[in-house]
């Protein structure tokens, strides 16, 4: 920061700290800040498909770092533009030389550069790449490979013993068995990397079928099978357009720089992860870390320098509340408040002083950390403020793996605080069959909008009105064209009133309750009246949080600290939202794999 800036910061701070807060008008603040100009929208370079993506991002980064993974305790591996597209070229030259062309080829692992590799070598010239969830039971990935009829599959050791199970009885039309960790061929098992190595010789004697391969821009190329049991899951069918002009309309609202270092966390099957965490970051030029695991996260933060990353609710809250907790223990927490309420003043007026001022926060985190992206499920409003008022740019995003997946979100030139931002610039949003309140259904068009869902039209008929996709999924748009969400059309309480209460509204207020890790709100009829309902909300606790936080450790007494708690919330609440009926336990929800509530099995148990 220059000179000029910080005199005009501690001028500042002494009229902000001898006036009552209340006084310091925007006027004040006008006489020594300058306006900065927003513009609307970034401007992006058009690409047609994955490949053409590719091949700008190797012409314009091909000396940068696009991977960062640990390879020991203290040793990180990183590899350039050029070795990574080198790689994908490779691999593809010698599926195609297999007889791979056309075919489908799944890809399963945790998140690593073998699967980057395998996924767009599949995309970009070969066929269409099947991304299976690294979580499901050996079952369920069997009965996905079946149903994708994929003929061969990339997988890491840890799927050894179920593809030997699978290749052993017969029951698929798998062909390749093929392994991220086998340096060459064993046992009927084929090695990625020495196809690599063979893809590179087949180049360099001339095999341009790859490099020459034409992508099908309009046709299904992704096969991405949505989260739930295996016999309710739709494959859902996107093509290169879907998920290019998506990226492009990220791109052009929230910018990702060369510079910038992602961390990859988010299960990299899932579309949100897939786009937003590993494609576009391709596209910028930036680099992409692999996270060693949750607990692991505070020191890959720092370790990789990591300047960006995209998460769940959960995982924001809980390095939320550390901080904060953190700051209460410096007695510094009447400092920090203050310290936000001035700088926000300021930011609005066009002087961002915040990174400067939280310096020793910003320091836990690397030094380097400026943006956080936020989807999958309603974030804390507290949580979101907080961060941007320490210095972070927080968003939230919105969308569905039907939709590549991002319809909305909070952007570099605008963002509402517990929004989930505005609509993405090519893409149209209406709310049909409103409540007296606004609040209905979110209907989307946009060129990200999925293809269908293979083999299964009745489903897609459901879901598709002419070019409409259906979200299913409630909420409304302010007048200044913000969008809020309120729930799940299908989780919806409808009252015998006729008020009809969003689970996910409360639970979200429940959840900041200090000890409470997740809850789940339901509805079921009175025992004294037969035609209305009563909610009641079952609450997830943190025994050490709640001996911490009260001093309790007993079931008995953690319930009634809940209901006491609760009773609180009611009285912030209209009469029909009140929540008369708890269950407090320490066994985690039913949960699908990217992390939503099944609430009809919940309610089984209930």
Known sequence: MDKEN???????????????QEEISIKELLNVAKKKTKKKLYKV?????????LNKSYDKYKDNVAFKYKISKDEIKTITYKEFIDDVNALGT????????????????ENRYEWAVAYLATACGVGVVVPLDKSLPANEIESLIVRSGVEAIF????????????????????RYYISMDLNERKEGVLSQREFIEKGKNLIEEGDTKFLDAEVDREGMTFMLFTSGTTAMSKAV????KNICSNIMDIASVLKLYEEDTLLSFLPIHHTFECTVGFLYPISAGASIAYCEGIKHIANNIKEFEVSAMISVPALYEGIYKRVMKSIEKKGKTQEVEMMSKLTSILSRVGLDFKKMVFKEIHEQFGGKLRILVSGAAALDYKVEKGFNDLGFKMVQGYGLTETSPVI??????????????????????RIVNKDEDGVGEIYVKAPYVMLGYYQNEEATKEVLDKEWFKTGDLGYIDKKGFLYLCGRRKSVIVLKNGKNVFPEEIENIINRIDGVKESF????????????????AKVVYDKDAMKEAYGIETEDEIKEKVWEQIKELNKTMPPYKYIKEVIVTEEELIKTTTQKIKRFEEMAKI
């Open 408 to 429: 909305a979100a909070g952007t570099d030139f605008e963002q509402k605080v517990g929004t989930v931002g505005k609509v993405l610039p090519n893409a149209k949003v």
């Open 237 to 240: 069918m996107l093509s290169h």
């Open 45 to 53: 370079e058009p690409i047609t498909d994955l490949k053409d993506m």
């Open 94 to 109: 010698q599926l195609i030389k297999m007889g791979l062309l056309g075919k489908r080829i799944a890809v399963i692992s």
């Open 155 to 174: 997988y890491s050791k840890k799927y050894d013993e179920i593809m030997l199970d699978i290749k052993q009885r017969k029951t698929t039309d798998l």
């Open 6 to 20: 910080k005199k005009i910061l501690n001028t500042i701070i002494k009229n902000f700290s001898d006036k009552n």
């Open 521 to 536: 709100v339901f509805g079921r009829p009175e025992p004294d009246d037969e035609i209305d309902l009563k909610l009641g």
